[in-house]
């Protein structure tokens, strides 16, 4: 005896249902990752933005203090400003050490200047980015 058609299709309709929750909760999920991802590295640019002004500050004060020039240089240097613009650099960006090996640096050579920051990402991210600016300061 051949079974109705109405018993061949039973169920199909929990299938389909099944399988558009399926397909629906992947997409929820690739959202949920493209969003922590967006988040992730809009946080990543705004610490790379405050590591470019943070340079550029201390750039301009070489500009104004032409004179003064190889006192900036981290290595060598005496400028007693280079104290206060590093614990500015340290409160503003993360996994600094002042003194240590993710310490901001300054290297003079002649008239070009190379200011190099350091930073780690929060939440336990142990990769260290790094922003150097080089600019050459000519005697007005």
Known sequence: ?????????????????LVGILIFSIGILAIMALQA???????????RNEAA???NQVIGQMWVDQANLSAYDTASGTNGNMTAWRTRVAD???????????????????????VTIFWKLPG???ATRQLSVVAQ???S
């Not at 005896?1 to 249902?17: D, I, K, T």
């Not at 503003?92 to 190379?114: C, F, H, K, M, Y």
Request: glycine share 10%; hydrophobic share 35%.
């Open 92 to 114: 503003r960006l993360p996994g600094i050490t002042i003194g240590g090996t993710n310490s901001p640096e300054i290297d003079v050579a002649g008239s070009q200047v190379t």
């Open 1 to 17: 005896m051949r079974p109705s058609l109405r018993n061949r299709q039973s169920g199909v309709a929990l299938l389909e249902a």
């Open 53 to 55: 002004y943070l340079a």
């Open 37 to 47: 991802e967006a988040i992730r590295n809009t946080v990543e640019a705004r610490y």
């Open 124 to 126: 336990g991210d142990t």
């Open 137 to 139: 300061i000519n005697p």
